[in-house]
């Protein structure tokens, strides 16, 4: 079992950054690779990034490639989010998720672990 518990939400203006924050439990979290994903109202949940086991492989989408970064700290049982540039599209509640698998993955229902999410707001 992996419980995850995401902090780091707020309210930013455009053009601002956040870094969002998985804290997990368990001694097995350097096993899993790790995903973000996002939920905007109305709509349906969609990938941001994931990372692999090691930290070696990072594979995002492309409405946030080169503005986001993924990471983690396997000593630290935490996976990050830094966001850059945000942008009121970027609004949404934000979750991660972990999967017992070495090879990355953008598809939700592959995940095994979910954490309650966080709220991130991007003024105009």
């Known amino acids: 079992q992996v419980q995850l518990v995401e902090s780091g939400g707020g309210l930013v203006q455009a053009g601002g950054s956040l870094r969002l924050s998985c804290a997990a439990s368990?001694?097995?979290?350097?096993?899993?690779?790790m995903g973000w994903f996002r939920q905007a109202p109305g709509k349906e949940r969609e990938f941001v990034a994931a990372i692999s086991w090691s930290g070696g492989s990072t594979y995002y989408a492309d409405s946030v490639k080169g503005r986001f970064t993924i990471s983690r700290d396997n000593a630290k049982n935490t996976v990050y989010l830094q966001m850059n540039s945000l942008k009121p599209e970027d609004t949404a509640v934000y979750y991660c998720a972990a999967v017992s698998s070495p090879r990355l993955s953008s598809w939700s229902y592959e995940y095994d672990y979910w954490g309650q999410g966080t709220q991130v707001t991007v003024s105009s």
């Open positions: 368990g001694r097995t979290f350097s096993s899993y690779a």
